[in-house]
């Protein structure tokens, strides 16, 4: 959409294939993760979380991957679909039991039919 | 149905002017928040409210006001004083400020200064 990452990175895949979006998140002592859809011109939506505990949580066709040895976190979509075409963007909580999280700038998902 | 709702979608300022931009949820949480978003970058936090009749500072409060006289409403007054409020705004709330808790977003208002 017109607010949201005109110059974000783009990930191309073909319709049925499975996706991976990946985030480098910034701060070690961070312990809860989340990952939003944004579409053009709405707000984000709430795909996953997972906490520092985790390496890996499933949902519905969607898994988190979270290492934390690299500060890596990635969002796998399977049999991507359409409807998936949006900004994907992770969020850190910062501080454990508080409200400040840092969010990544996103990348774009473009399903190819 | 319960949400986050935010009006108006779309909204046209002259320079020099107020405008307060509405974030209603009725998911009965405690905590909202108001981000500001803009092309290339994350989410950057404007104000926060963890309880009613109390909110704090986010890291770009400056030119920004708030109020929380109700649980459902935390409105947002963008003043004269922002430099550059053209952006898309976004509230949230949350159950909890003080736990670790999903962030549910509103469709957003697309604030744009003439």
């Known amino acids: 959409g017109e607010s949201v990452g005109l110059h974000l990175p783009t990930l191309s895949v073909q319709e049925g294939d499975n996706s991976i979006i990946n985030c480098a998140y910034s701060n070690s002592a961070s312990d809860y993760f989340i990952w939003y859809k944004q579409e053009s011109g709405k707000g984000p939506q709430f795909i996953i979380d997972?906490?520092?505990?985790?390496d890996k949580r499933q949902g519905q066709r969607v898994t988190v991957l979270l290492n934390k040895t690299v500060k890596h976190l990635s969002l796998q979509i399977a049999a991507t679909q359409p409807g998936d075409s949006a900004v994907y963007f992770c969020a850190e909580n910062m501080a454990p039991g508080t409200y400040k999280y840092i969010f990544g700038t996103g990348t774009r998902l473009k399903v190819l039919a | 149905d319960g949400g986050i709702t935010q009006s108006p979608k779309y909204l046209f300022r002259k320079e020099g002017q107020n405008v307060t931009l509405s974030c209603e949820q009725n998911?009965?949480?405690?905590?909202m928040y108001w981000y500001r978003q803009d092309p290339g970058q994350g989410l950057r936090l404007i104000y926060y409210s963890q309880i009613v009749n109390d909110f704090q500072k986010g890291d770009i409060a400056e030119g920004y006001s708030v109020s929380r006289e109700k649980k459902e409403s935390f409105p947002l007054t963008v003043t004269s004083a922002q430099k550059n409020p053209t952006a898309f705004y976004l509230c949230?709330?949350?159950?909890?400020?003080?736990?670790?808790?999903?962030?549910?977003f509103g469709p957003g208002t697309r604030l744009t200064v003439l």
């Open positions: 949230a709330s949350s159950p909890s400020g003080l736990a670790q808790n999903e962030q549910f």
């Open positions: 998911l009965n949480h405690d905590a």
């Open positions: 997972i906490r520092s505990n985790m």
